[in-house]
């Protein structure tokens, strides 16, 4: 990394931190500083672009993976692939529900009109808490073909033990906390 700080001290310096969000006691990670800044979202993206270096499509996890994953892509030169929250994608889908911290959540994919057999993704998101959300993302990729080398995220939330939800699936975080 360049004199500017390592990729991690680059997140540290630009996530706002929100106490009491969204339940008291939470202390809220906003990136949404750090993708706003033109050097943050640089060294992010780029970052996340080497550790999905030899992938044939990324998926960006609504809705920040989807900046992400986007960004990613463009980098790589491949797609971008939008894994949607329940209800968003016309019929027919590949469904997955989970378990959030604070209640259900729904993900879904295209069933047909996007071959992933065989295809080399890479999950790409903001943050990994539970690790619900990875964890039903790979699922839904892994149902329709593809083959998921490994999700990567820019903040991990350590003590909330996503890495062992999402298991064996490597996780790789460019700053954990």
Do not use: C, N, W
């Not at 999950?123 to 959300?133: C, E, R």
């Not at 993302?137 to 996503?162: F, Y």
């Amino acid at each position: 990394m360049s004199s500017t700080g390592s990729v991690a001290d680059v997140i540290a310096s630009l996530t706002r931190e929100v106490s009491d969000f969204p339940e008291p006691g939470i202390q809220f990670k906003d990136l949404t500083p750090v993708l706003a800044d033109t050097h943050g979202f640089a060294v992010v993206t780029g970052a996340l672009a080497e550790i999905a270096e030899g992938a044939d499509l990324v998926a960006g996890i609504d809705a920040r993976g989807f900046l992400l994953g986007g960004a990613v892509a463009h980098r790589l030169g491949i797609g971008v692939l939008a894994v949607r929250k329940g209800g968003k994608l016309p019929p027919p889908v590949h469904r997955r529900t989970y378990d959030l911290e604070y209640g259900t959540a729904t993900l879904e994919i295209p069933a047909h009109g996007i071959d992933l057999t065989g295809r080399r993704v890479v999950i790409v998101d903001d943050v990994l808490a539970t690790g619900g959300t990875v964890a039903a993302a790979r699922d839904l990729l892994v149902t329709a073909g593809a083959k998921v080398p490994v999700a990567a995220v820019v903040l991990e939330l350590s003590a909330l033990g996503g890495r062992a939800k999402v298991a064996p699936l490597p996780v790789s975080s460019l700053h954990a906390v």
